[in-house]
């Protein structure tokens, strides 16, 4: 399997993310001690979404990030352009309907979700301002987003050890497991280059996004990024 590059041209990512769907959620619990599952439940309770809401799930992958959605009564949409993510998530839930889509051409009419959400997928993207207008296209006058991605530790020694841990651990440790270590370079160096929490919240307010505000969990690694559609 040969890793995308950061150019993150669709074909590529998606073809990557084929390769290691498989492994995928083990590598991740293993990756973050077990950390990963913590931030898409306080993304889930960032939603804030009521029983009977639409969310739409992007990025969903195998669907661990909407299951606990589902598991609140909420109707959930997840959504990702990765065919064998979509396929090793349908294997595993079959009842959760999961839809094949690009983030910046999403097949979802206007205004069709009370919220929309995606975890550590949105640096995967070819076009981040694309599909930040997407997601607001799609959303209801007054819904959310709640995006969980990777961001900057905000005290200086840790966040040397952190991207030496990035670059030089990840991709062994998931390598180990998934046999595909390109492929977990090539995100640990997205995760480098993806912009700082400040930089990401001017991208949202550009897109049309309002009350935008953020919030970082453990020490800044990931950070919630939170807006609402204006009326």
Not at 65 to 74: G, I, L, T, Y
Not at 77 to 93: E, H, N, Q, W, Y
Not at 132 to 154: K, Y
Not at 204 to 217: F, K
Request: hydrophobic residues 40%; glycine residues 8%.
């Amino acid at each position: 399997m040969s890793r995308a590059s950061l150019e993150k041209k669709p074909t590529e990512v998606a073809s990557m993310f084929d390769g290691i769907a498989r492994h995928y959620d083990l590598v991740n619990d293993l990756a973050s001690l077990g950390q990963d599952r913590r931030w898409r439940r306080l993304t889930v309770d960032a939603v804030g979404a009521m029983p009977g809401e639409r969310v739409l799930d992007l990025a969903a992958g195998t669907g661990t990030s909407s299951e606990p959605f589902d598991a609140d009564d909420v109707r959930v949409v997840p959504c990702d352009f990765s065919i064998g993510m979509l396929r090793t998530g349908k294997a595993r839930r079959p009842d959760l309907p999961f839809v094949a889509g690009d983030a910046t051409h999403l097949p979802f009419a206007d205004a069709s979700f009370d919220a929309v959400t995606i975890s550590f997928g949105l640096r995967n993207v070819v076009d981040t301002s694309a599909a930040l207008a997407e997601m607001l296209r799609v959303v209801r006058p007054g819904g959310r987003v709640v995006i969980c991605e990777f961001s900057e530790p905000t005290w200086a020694p840790f966040r040397t050890v952190y991207n030496e841990y990035l670059m030089r651990a990840l991709p062994k440790v998931a390598g180990v497991v998934s046999k595909d270590p390109g492929s977990y370079e090539y995100l640990a160096e997205s995760i480098r280059e993806w912009p700082v929490q400040e930089e990401l919240g001017r991208l949202m307010l550009r897109a049309g996004w309002e009350q935008v505000a953020y919030r970082n969990l453990t020490g800044g690694i990931v950070a919630l990024h939170r807006g609402v559609r204006p009326f």
